[in-house]
């Protein structure tokens, strides 16, 4: 159970790079996370980086808003060995990534 919630955190964090990429302010950006986003679009083709929906950008701020720092929260759960407060989306998302 554990390292299922690290590895989702780890996803996380490299979907932080790659769908939040355009929120970072070009003054504090790095390098790294523009050439992640552009080899991700280049190998993967996904439509929602080439030809993004109207409602693209609204989930790029619920993923930052609510996404990220309920991961982070959850792996300090799964780390303290509290799966108790880890929701039950977490459990379900880990069952289907198996």
Not at 63 to 68: A, D, G, P, T
């Amino acid at each position: 159970m554990f390292a299922e919630g690290v590895q989702h955190v780890q996803l996380t964090n490299v979907s932080a790079g790659v769908d939040l990429a355009p929120l970072y302010p070009a003054s504090i950006k790095p390098e790294f996370i523009t050439t992640l986003r552009e080899w991700y679009i280049t190998t993967y083709a996904d439509r929602f980086f080439t030809h993004p929906p109207a409602w693209f950008n609204l989930y790029m701020y619920m993923e930052l808003v609510y996404h990220v720092p309920l991961s982070v929260w959850a792996i300090g759960a799964l780390i303290r060995g509290n799966v108790v407060c880890v929701p039950i989306a977490y459990f379900v998302l880990i069952h289907f990534l198996r």
